[in-house]
């Protein structure tokens, strides 16, 4: 079952082309690896597919639906629910603690205070960061934070996590850490995870990689490679 598409995705940054005529379709419980040299399109794709970006052409489609003609309203609302955005820079709130981080995607969908918080320090527990839920983000280390911001990507669920670079920051130990509760997830709860990497050993946790270059795919590996027949 394809829970993520990318059609024919094409962009440009002014007169600048990125990405041209890009196929990409996720499965539930899959683990897809995006890999390819700096500047060869990745976390453009990741944004498109996120709908944080618009294509200049081409189709996103989220559970069936498309996804990047929605108005910016009807997009972020989805986001919310069905997506978990791991982003290479990181955003979480400067304002809030390591656990509200966490929790705010459960308080934003009518989660209980107690239940949030219980279910933000069991996600920070696994990811190795829970003595730090009660600092404020400037307390803490970038690698840290980046454990936190994969904490909260997972914290409510979603079908399908997006995540640029999320263990660029990490030593070999704490990024198995996240590569392992992607992988937790994509078996328990039929989550799909695209993660963007230009390392060959986090790559080797997907169960198949695309691989871009100059903002076309060039190469795909795995037993379900290649976009689907539609
Ligand atoms: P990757 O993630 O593979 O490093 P990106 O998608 O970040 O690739 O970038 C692809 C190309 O687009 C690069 O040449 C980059 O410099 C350019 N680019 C990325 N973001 C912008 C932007 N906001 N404005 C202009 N050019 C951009
Ligand atoms: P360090 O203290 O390890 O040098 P930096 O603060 O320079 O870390 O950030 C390194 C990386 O950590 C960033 O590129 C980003 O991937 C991640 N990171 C930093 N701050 C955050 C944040 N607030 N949210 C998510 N990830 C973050």
Same mark, same amino acid.
Do not use: C
């Given at each position: ?44 794709? /990741? ?129 198995? /850490? ?16 695209? /993660? ?35």
């Amino acid at each position: 079952e394809i829970v993520l598409e990318g059609r024919r995705l094409t962009h440009s940054y002014g007169n600048t082309p990125v990405l041209g005529d890009v196929d990409v379709a996720v499965r539930a419980g899959e683990v897809v690896a995006v890999m390819g040299p700096s500047g060869s399109g990745k976390s453009t794709l /990741l944004h498109l597919l996120a709908g944080l970006l618009k294509p200049d052409a081409g189709e996103v489609w989220l559970a069936g639906q498309r996804f990047d003609s929605l108005s910016e309203r009807r997009r972020s609302d989805r986001r919310l629910r069905e997506l978990g955005f791991v982003f290479q820079f990181g955003d979480l709130v400067p304002e809030l603690t390591v656990g509200e981080n966490v929790e705010l995607p459960l308080r934003l969908l009518g989660t209980r205070p107690a239940r949030a918080r219980a279910r933000a320090h069991e996600m920070l527990d696994r990811l190795g960061v829970v003595e730090h839920a009660g600092k404020r983000l400037s307390e803490v280390s970038g690698g840290q934070a980046q454990r936190a911001a994969v904490a909260r990507a997972l914290v409510h669920t979603p079908p399908v996590i997006l995540a640029d670079e999320p263990t660029g920051s990490l030593d070999t130990t704490t990024g198995e /850490l996240v590569l392992e509760a992607f992988v937790q997830a994509a078996k328990d709860q039929g989550t799909a995870v695209v /993660l963007v990497t230009h390392e060959l050993r986090v790559a080797s946790w997907a169960a198949r990689d695309v691989l871009l270059r100059d903002g076309r795919i060039v190469g795909a590996t795995g037993a379900t490679s290649g976009p689907p027949a539609t």
